[in-house]
């Protein structure tokens, strides 16, 4: 991990470039539906809070999040549907928000914001059903299965969270749990896939 992105030559301090808060995360889809399970996943976070000694700070990180999902059924054509498919996504996230703060030593705080998940590798595992006609027009059944990747699009939202800072003596200790919600489809045919989930985040803060 950077902890130091630099200097800029117009002569800001580098304080304002370091990565002064690191997270590490337990996450959970928000999906469930008649076609869809939720399942757990985890994460890693570095960021660095801007303004850190307002109340109103602006927060900018780079993180890791894995999350994953079942679907029961997914329609792949006219002569083939999968089932009990586990989706799997590994994603370098970027969020961006505001975090305004309440308290003196002790700090409650809320935060929200937007973000973009930066889908790098998505698989999925399950079984292939195809049911293809063979040349006495009978129908052939095979079952198979399937690891493959799963091509899903980037995913792009917000998110809100409500925290709390507890100073020690060189760190301060954050627990934060928050939702991300995104917004835009990862696939679309006659299934839609989507990326929500909760988390619970546990950190430290560098003073």
């Keep these: 991990m950077i902890f130091l992105i630099g200097k800029v030559s117009n002569g800001q301090d580098s304080n304002d470039f370091f990565l002064d808060e690191f997270h590490i995360s337990l996450n959970r889809t928000n999906l469930q539906d008649d076609n869809t399970e939720d399942r757990y996943g985890f994460g890693l976070g570095a960021y660095h809070s801007f ?3 307002k109340k109103l700070n602006l927060v900018f990180g780079l993180e890791y999040n ?21 989706y799997s996504l590994n994603c370098i996230s970027v969020p961006v928000g505001l975090r305004l703060n309440i308290g003196s030593k ?6 929200t914001g937007g973000f973009a998940d930066l889908v790098i590798i998505s698989n999925r595992t399950g079984t292939m059903h195809t049911y293809f006609p063979d040349e006495n027009n009978e129908i052939d059944y095979t079952d198979t299965k399937i690891d493959e990747k799963a091509g899903l699009s980037n995913s792009f939202g ?8 507890v100073p020690m003596s060189r760190f301060d200790l954050i627990v934060k749990p928050d939702y991300k919600f995104g917004i835009n489809k990862l696939y679309s045919n006659q299934d839609d896939i989507f990326n929500r989930y909760f988390r619970i985040n546990i950190g430290l803060k560098i003073k």
């Design 51 to 53: 303004m850190s000694d």
């Design 66 to 86: 894995r999350t994953s999902q079942i679907k029961k059924n997914m329609y792949e054509g006219h002569f083939a549907n999968a089932t009990d498919l586990t």
């Design 106 to 111: 002790t700090k409650v705080f809320i935060e």
């Design 158 to 165: 917000f998110y809100v969270g409500l925290g709390v800072r």
